[in-house]
């Protein structure tokens, strides 16, 4: 029996999408060429989802190149991953081409999101950089900052990478230190969101100000502060897990 299959077809960063179904085109492979390099995105009992990187969109009625981050509008959470999972594989697959260690063209690897080497045997997963984001609270005010590329006016939590051989915790500690200058304790787990801009894990947590002037970091921070819950900047988009962690603690 033929499973329904939706087609996440890439071109220039844009995916094709039915906004009035909040979905993706359905159809055979035959409809849109028989790509070679589809990538199963997703697989149930009932239906599949696959991705493939196409030179132009075919002409579906009611269907329109839209960004990553306006599917979160379009259809929620939910068709969101999918297509954030779509666009971090398509990357991954067209950036392991050729195997890193020897040079050989890779192969994909059925079943599991790998790309092998013929050659030499190495093994290329879909990179995820983990980042941690941390809220830091002192009473009843947030220390909220702005990064030189958020959209002018917002404020946010603050947030860095994990480097390697870094704890979580420990990441979060030389992150507020170095952004700003605090020093935090009682590091608390709030959740945790993919963010495929282009491939975060982002793990968000709440922590107590212990300490220290708010220095911003030059070229990283540009203007950080206290606020009071009445006295709030413009806040990042409800597509981000920072904007629920913000609304989470102005809910406690
Ligand atoms: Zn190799």
């Given amino acids: 029996m033929d499973k329904t299959t ?18 993706f085109p359905v159809g055979h492979a035959a409809d849109f060429g028989n790509p070679e390099r589809a990538l199963i995105v997703s697989e149930s009992p009932e239906c599949r989802h696959v991705a493939v990187d196409v030179a132009e ?6 269907a329109e190149p839209v960004s990553v981050r306006a599917i979160f509008t379009l259809a929620g959470p939910e068709i969101f991953a999918l297509a954030g999972r779509a666009t971090q594989l398509l990357d991954w697959q067209a950036n392991h081409r050729y195997c890193g260690r020897c040079g050989t063209p890779t192969e994909i690897v059925a079943d599991e999101p790998a790309m092998r080497c013929p050659a030499c045997g190495l093994l290329a997963y879909p990179r995820l950089s983990p980042a941690v984001m941390v809220l830091v609270r002192d009473g009843e005010r947030l220390l909220l900052a702005r990064s030189p590329h958020f959209k002018p006016g917002v404020y946010s939590a603050l947030a860095g990478f994990v480097e390697p051989g870094e704890t979580l915790e420990q990441c979060a ?5 170095e952004e700003v200058g605090v020093e935090i304790a009682n590091l608390r787990y709030f959740s945790s969101q993919p963010w495929p801009f282009p491939n975060s894990l982002m793990i968000a947590f709440f922590a107590d100000y212990a300490g220290g002037t708010i220095t911003p970091q030059p070229g990283e921070i540009e203007d950080a502060g206290w606020y009071l819950p009445a006295e709030l900047p413009l806040l990042p988009d409800p597509v981000s897990i920072a904007r629920r962690l913000i609304d989470a603690a102005l809910a406690t």
């Fill in 6 to 23: 939706y087609w996440i077809l890439r071109c220039e960063h844009r995916l094709l999408f039915l906004a009035d179904g909040a979905q």
């Fill in 57 to 62: 969109f075919p002409k579906i009625p009611g």
């Fill in 173 to 177: 500690v030389r992150e507020v230190r």
